[in-house]
């Protein structure tokens, strides 16, 4: 692995950090040098979460300019781990990216020590790194490194490899409409090419004979040039529309190119090629005027968004508010796309905040309930310090001889259960889209006379962590670091001393956990092989969240279902 001439090297370790410990990070290291340990020491002091990296420079080792260090947990069962090798590849990809290196080395993540399955980690880590390629417009050179004396692994590999060749595995971009198309495409039938022999005595009969040939083209033949401006919505076609016109009429010759389509061949030919091409855009407009309804439906109720330039929220059309929406209901752990400004763009909703990337640049992205924006009886609380000054994020630290730092105190130390602690601060979150979303959720329940069984319960992450739920909210898609024992969800705890163990300190040596308002509405036991809740018996009502079976661990599924309410250091 330190022998690879690439700009970054991955390897795997636990989440503590402890450089050296594994085969692999043992020789990392002894190639780097301590200096690396005492780097990442410095900027890691508690560790990092599992299923993310730590980056540190390569130490002695020529050529490399990063080391990514992946936190892993040992083998749970198949849902966890692909999670595990989905983030890390994704994260170091995008790492690479924006950080624009070139090149980097992957091990079998997780294939070691860590016990996953080898024929798992080999399928998925080539399924996840041509996924990335798919939805990334990138040059990028990725390695899979493996030890020669690995013969078992490397047949894994080796036969995935042949499987996913065999299956089609490679880009295909012939579903993709002409106007998401940059690159050049040029369809011919090659057996309806011709060629002419001419023979000669002299100059005068080569070039009488040429320019006879030259008048039958001009008379005969025919190229014609067409785009928006002569055919709207010509760009609505795909290659495989323009495959099935050659299929039709085998004697001509297309040509894409700067959003331009070219035809050339006889001009009856072309002239009835040309009249296909209408009727096939006007059968897909047809189509696009349906799909533009329920597009148009999903936008009145949901509406995606990104954070300019300039600071402020702006919303992606309605095409691609659907189709990100629809992914992202499907759980999709990203979806790929061209934006508005023909970029090659993804988002990846795994990701905490999720992340938007447009060539080498991330965006943070957020997914707003649209009915908020039109209730004018949701209103914020009078005591927020933020409710006049039109900021949509604001940490207020409550004075700690008010009611309200009592209250929130007295919830976290009475949950304890013997862990002693002192608090040092508690901040109340002011976040106006998170509240107003948490709101119209918790009128659904009371509009159908059900009872919302608003509960207030703890969840701890890393310092980090929590903020960027206070800012971005509660994200499921990025459930299973902790486990997924009870449900795929967000988890939350009765008892704070169950919180505190996932509560890991930052810079400034404290701790801190989330107190949130959280929607249980009818709760049932859980499994880990939930990604939703169950129907409740006899019914095709389904739970509202899943438990423990002693209901002192709750498992949300619906972003809105909960509200960080205070950010409680200790």
């Known amino acids: ?67 990514y260090h992946a936190a892993l947990s040992g083998f749970r069962n198949e849902a966890t781990a692909l999670k595990a090798i989905d983030s890390i590849i994704n994260i170091c990809l995008i790492e690479l990216k924006t950080s624009n ?37 990138c040059a990028l050179d990725v390695n899979i490194v493996l030890h020669e004396k690995e013969t078992e692994l490397i047949k894994t590999f080796e036969n995935e490899f042949s499987i996913f060749e065999n299956s089609g595995g490679k880009a295909n971009h012939d579903e993709n409409e002409l106007k998401d198309i940059n690159h050049k495409i040029h369809l011919c039938n090659l057996k309806a090419k011709g060629k002419f022999t001419i023979h000669f005595k002299s100059k005068i009969d080569f070039n009488r004979a040429t320019s006879e040939i030259n008048t039958f083209l001009n008379e005969e033949f025919k190229r014609e040039q067409m785009n928006e401006s002569s055919m709207k919505n010509l760009t609505s ?68 968004q990104y954070l300019s330039d300039s600071n402020d929220w702006k919303n992606f059309s309605v095409y691609l508010n659907s189709l990100i929406e629809s992914n992202y209901l499907k759980k999709e752990s990203k979806v790929s796309f061209t934006n508005e400004s023909n970029n090659a763009a993804c988002i990846f909703f795994n990701m905490n905040p999720m992340i938007y990337l447009i060539d080498n640049k991330r965006i943070n992205v957020r997914r707003i309930d649209m009915a908020q924006l039109d209730d004018n009886s949701i209103k914020i609380p009078s005591n927020w310090i933020s409710i006049n000054s039109g900021s949509d994020f604001y940490l207020a630290d409550l004075n700690p001889s008010s009611s309200e730092y009592l209250r929130v105190s007295y919830q976290f130390i009475s949950k304890l259960q013997n862990n002693s602690v002192r608090i040092s601060k508690i901040q109340r979150v002011e976040n106006p889209y998170l509240f107003k979303q948490y709101q119209i959720f918790k009128e659904k329940f009371i509009k159908v006379n059900k009872n919302p069984n608003e509960m207030k319960l ?19 898609s990025y459930c299973g670091k902790n486990g997924v024992a009870f449900g795929q969800g967000v988890y939350f705890a009765v008892n704070s001393s169950y919180s505190i163990k996932y509560s890991v300190g930052h810079a400034i040596s404290d701790r801190c956990m989330i107190l949130a308002k959280v ?31 002693g209901k002192s661990i709750f498992v949300c599924y619906h972003d809105n279902q909960c509200y960080p309410e205070y950010l409680i250091y200790f």
């Open 237 to 304: 076609l795909t290659v495989v529309d323009l495959q099935k016109l050659l299929e039709k009429f085998p004697d001509i010759e297309i040509t894409y190119e700067n959003k331009t389509l070219n035809l050339y061949g006889f001009k009856n030919s072309i002239s009835c090629a040309i009249a296909e091409l209408a009727l096939q855009v006007n059968n897909k407009m047809a189509g696009h005027f349906s799909s533009m309804i329920d597009q148009m439906k999903i936008s009145t109720d949901i509406q995606w």
């Open 519 to 549: 929607l249980v509405g009818e709760s049932c036991v859980g499994n880990s092989q939930m990604k939703v809740p169950p129907n409740q018996p006899n019914s095709e009502i389904p739970f509202d969240s899943t438990c423990d079976p």
């Open 458 to 476: 703890f969840h701890g992450s890393t310092h980090e962590s929590l903020l960027k739920i206070c800012r971005f909210g509660f994200n499921r």
């Open 1 to 67: 692995m330190t022998q690879t001439k690439t700009n970054a090297i991955v390897s795997t370790n636990s989440s503590s950090l402890n450089l050296g410990s594994g085969i692999l990070s043992k020789i990392i290291i002894q190639a780097a040098g301590n200096s690396v340990i005492n780097e990442a020491k410095n900027k890691y002091p508690n560790g990092i979460e599992n299923n993310s990296i730590a980056i540190t420079s390569a130490g002695n080792i020529n050529g490399v300019k990063n080391l």
């Open 101 to 137: 290196l070139k090149s980097i080395s992957f091990p079998a993540i997780g294939a070691g020590g860590f016990g996953f399955p080898s024929n798992l980690v080999a399928k998925n880590m080539i399924k996840i790194i041509s996924d990335f390629f798919k939805s990334n417009d």
